[in-house]
């Protein structure tokens, strides 16, 4: 079982990291820029810029990313050569370091309407180039109205690396806590959308339980928190959210029976499923999250894209991509209403269930009914 994850993963792997070469843009395709905030080491290969390994402090930088637009929404296509050509790939247009105490500055530079700060976390064996490029395609396929910003934890971007990765994870929460905390105490930001990944919603969910704890709560700036595919513990996860308190953000988790990944690693820590990977409609699961207020669960189990181990699906399908920017980086939390065909079903611990029936994307409302 394990070599069949390990073939499906390694088959993902793709181009190798150093993508960020810079390519003169193009009017032929469109632009985003982002706000790189990291607490990787630099290098000095201009096209890698942060490796795998932990910095002294945390870096910032702006980006700049061509999106070609002949393509599908959902679709990553990579530079596989150097100059990239940006009619037919992503491909990094600018690259300008932010003196730290700048970053109040460049959350203001983004304009006047650029209100709302959009968040995203990474995960496991993700190289930094690979980062910024994901994200941008996120960003341009959501059409997301926000500063985007991209927290980028040391990982080495190697399958291997599964143990170092999660040290590395850990070594950055009070870092990503502190980025967070200039979202929020930003006079040009008046709401903080997180998006995490993987590995990276622990990261995320102990970086808010962190500002919690802080401020006593978590600042009603932070209206959203979106996990994909998280993988994470079903019992710390709860444990992260109870330690939250009550006031805390609307969260969304992406999860799907199928993903081989989150069954690798729960191969890994030898434990029950990971969150990302649960079936919400089973009671024991229902159980664990009914009492917590405000847990919505997306079950992608029957979706289809080209994420061949089903880890990715939040950013490759296009119907989960339209969910993110019209619902949830508008700081909304998804009803039925938003799927096809809704019904309700309620089951016999109480809970209400909400789906849609016939419908790619399942949604689950975790909290006891009224």
């Given at each position: 079982m394990v070599s069949v994850f390990f073939a499906g993963l390694v088959g993902c792997a793709g181009p190798q990291p150093g993508l960020l070469n810079i390519t003169p843009p193009t009017k032929n395709a469109d632009q985003i820029t982002l706000i790189a905030a990291t607490t990787r080491a630099p290098v000095d290969d201009p096209a890698v810029l942060y490796g795998g390994e932990r910095g002294t402090s945390v870096s910032y930088t702006r980006i700049g990313i061509s999106v070609p637009r002949n393509r599908k929404a959902g679709t990553l296509e990579l530079p596989r050569r150097s100059p990239a050509d940006p009619e037919r790939t992503f491909a990094a247009t600018s690259v300008t370091p932010i003196n730290r105490a700048?970053?109040?500055?460049?959350?203001?530079?983004?304009?006047?309407?650029?209100?709302?700060?959009?968040?995203?976390?990474?995960?496991?064996?993700?190289?930094?180039?690979?980062?910024?490029?994901?994200?941008?395609?996120?960003?341009?396929d959501s059409d997301a109205d926000a500063v985007p910003i991209l927290f980028s934890w040391p990982s080495r971007g190697r399958f291997l690396d599964y143990k170092r990765d999660l040290d590395n994870a850990s070594y950055s929460r009070s870092d990503l806590a502190n980025l967070l905390q200039a979202a929020i105490d930003s006079q040009s930001i008046n709401e903080v959308v997180v998006l995490a990944h993987s590995m990276g919603a622990w990261l995320?969910?102990?970086a808010i339980r962190q500002v919690a704890l802080r401020r006593g709560g978590v600042p009603s700036k932070v209206s959203s928190l979106i996990?994909?595919?998280?993988?994470?513990?079903?019992?710390?996860?709860?444990?992260q959210v109870e330690d939250m308190g009550p006031k805390r953000p609307k969260i969304t988790i992406f999860s799907a029976r199928n993903d081989l990944a989150l069954r690798l690693s729960q191969f890994i820590s030898r434990g029950d499923a990971r969150l990302g990977g649960i079936d919400p409609s089973q009671k024991d699961y229902r159980r664990?999250?009914?009492?917590?207020?405000?847990?919505?669960?997306?079950?992608?189990?029957?979706?289809?894209?080209?994420?061949?181990?089903?880890?990715?699906?939040?950013?490759?399908?296009?119907?989960?991509?339209?969910?993110?920017?019209?619902?949830?980086?508008?700081?909304?939390?998804i009803s039925d209403a938003d799927l096809a065909r809704p019904t309700t079903a309620v089951d016999a611990i109480g809970a209400a269930a909400t789906f849609a029936v016939a419908a790619p994307i399942l949604l689950f409302d975790m909290a006891t009914s009224p």
């Amino acid at each position: 079982m394990v070599s069949v994850f390990f073939a499906g993963l390694v088959g993902c792997a793709g181009p190798q990291p150093g993508l960020l070469n810079i390519t003169p843009p193009t009017k032929n395709a469109d632009q985003i820029t982002l706000i790189a905030a990291t607490t990787r080491a630099p290098v000095d290969d201009p096209a890698v810029l942060y490796g795998g390994e932990r910095g002294t402090s945390v870096s910032y930088t702006r980006i700049g990313i061509s999106v070609p637009r002949n393509r599908k929404a959902g679709t990553l296509e990579l530079p596989r050569r150097s100059p990239a050509d940006p009619e037919r790939t992503f491909a990094a247009t600018s690259v300008t370091p932010i003196n730290r105490a700048d970053i109040g500055a460049a959350f203001r530079a983004q304009g006047p309407r650029k209100r709302r700060a959009f968040v995203f976390v990474h995960g496991y064996s993700t190289t930094f180039d690979r980062a910024v490029f994901r994200f941008a395609q996120l960003v341009h396929d959501s059409d997301a109205d926000a500063v985007p910003i991209l927290f980028s934890w040391p990982s080495r971007g190697r399958f291997l690396d599964y143990k170092r990765d999660l040290d590395n994870a850990s070594y950055s929460r009070s870092d990503l806590a502190n980025l967070l905390q200039a979202a929020i105490d930003s006079q040009s930001i008046n709401e903080v959308v997180v998006l995490a990944h993987s590995m990276g919603a622990w990261l995320a969910v102990e970086a808010i339980r962190q500002v919690a704890l802080r401020r006593g709560g978590v600042p009603s700036k932070v209206s959203s928190l979106i996990l994909a595919s998280p993988d994470l513990d079903v019992g710390v996860f709860r444990r992260q959210v109870e330690d939250m308190g009550p006031k805390r953000p609307k969260i969304t988790i992406f999860s799907a029976r199928n993903d081989l990944a989150l069954r690798l690693s729960q191969f890994i820590s030898r434990g029950d499923a990971r969150l990302g990977g649960i079936d919400p409609s089973q009671k024991d699961y229902r159980r664990a999250l009914s009492d917590l207020q405000g847990i919505t669960v997306l079950d992608l189990s029957a979706l289809s894209s080209g994420d061949r181990v089903n880890h990715a699906l939040f950013a490759t399908s296009p119907e989960a991509v339209r969910l993110i920017g019209d619902r949830l980086v508008q700081g909304q939390q998804i009803s039925d209403a938003d799927l096809a065909r809704p019904t309700t079903a309620v089951d016999a611990i109480g809970a209400a269930a909400t789906f849609a029936v016939a419908a790619p994307i399942l949604l689950f409302d975790m909290a006891t009914s009224p």
